[in-house]
């Protein structure tokens, strides 16, 4: 039975790609999973909380813009209420740079549908998931935040971006005034900075490290979706 990190997941947009964990509290983790799943993603960190048998979600967002198509690429975690947060959260920053060359290049990443990765990526997740309990805070844990910040940040430029695209088109139709695009450009201003506003911080930055296992329980959570 894990203890920690009781599920986790990473998904491209609304497809769960690979997933791996038990549920042995009567639905309450995939309960939880499931309405991380249904949040509107952020540049910040996404949480859930229920209400019973101390169980908490915590998810991450990575915004890429790809030919005119934004990919939101999800991972989410399920943890004990007594775990820490930065713990879960130095998990999942793990797994955003381990991810890293799969995202960007792999097929089935790119282009597979539900579970696509569960054959290849499932063991090493369930792994990373087993060294959150074995190896303890201090392995899990260093004292860099720059790197997820600079992650937060591309993810706010890459939203506002796709903004700016989709207001250009806009303008081409309609034949926008010169005081209109200096409104805009105010607009953008501010929104960037009320979306650093909302992003949640106290980012701590793990180190990744590799490893596979033979066996992974999988949850049912896609199929009851």
Not at 47 to 71: P, Q, T
Not at 79 to 104: G, N, W
Not at 109 to 122: I, K
Not at 189 to 218: C, E, P, Y
């Amino acid at each position: 039975m894990l203890s920690g990190i009781l599920w986790s997941g990473i998904c491209r947009n609304d497809v769960v790609l690979v997933e791996a964990g038990e549920d042995y509290q009567d639905g309450v983790i995939i309960s939880t999973a499931q309405k991380l799943l249904k949040k509107k993603p952020t540049p910040g960190w996404e949480y859930e909380r229920s209400r019973r048998n101390g169980i908490r979600g915590i998810k991450f967002h990575v915004f890429e813009d790809a030919s005119d198509v934004m990919i939101v690429w999800s991972f989410l975690a399920v943890t004990e209420d007594s775990l820490e947060e930065d713990q879960a959260k130095s998990f999942l920053e793990k797994l955003v740079y381990i991810t890293d060359v799969l995202r960007s290049e792999d097929y089935t990443w790119r282009n597979g549908d539900v579970l696509a990765a569960q054959e290849s990526f499932a063991p090493i997740l369930l792994n990373k998931m087993e060294q959150v309990s074995d190896q303890g805070r201090l392995a899990m844990v260093n004292d860099s935040i720059s790197s997820t910040k600079d992650l937060m940040a591309e993810n706010i430029e890459r939203a506002l971006e796709r903004g700016e695209r989709l207001e250009d088109v806009d303008e081409q139709a309609n034949n926008l005034s010169a005081m209109s695009q200096v409104f805009r450009k105010r607009a953008k201003d501010v929104k960037r900075f009320s979306m650093w506003q909302n992003a949640k911080h106290g980012l701590i930055i793990g180190t990744a490290i590799t490893g596979v296992v033979a066996v992974v329980t999988v949850p049912p959570l896609v199929a009851l979706l």
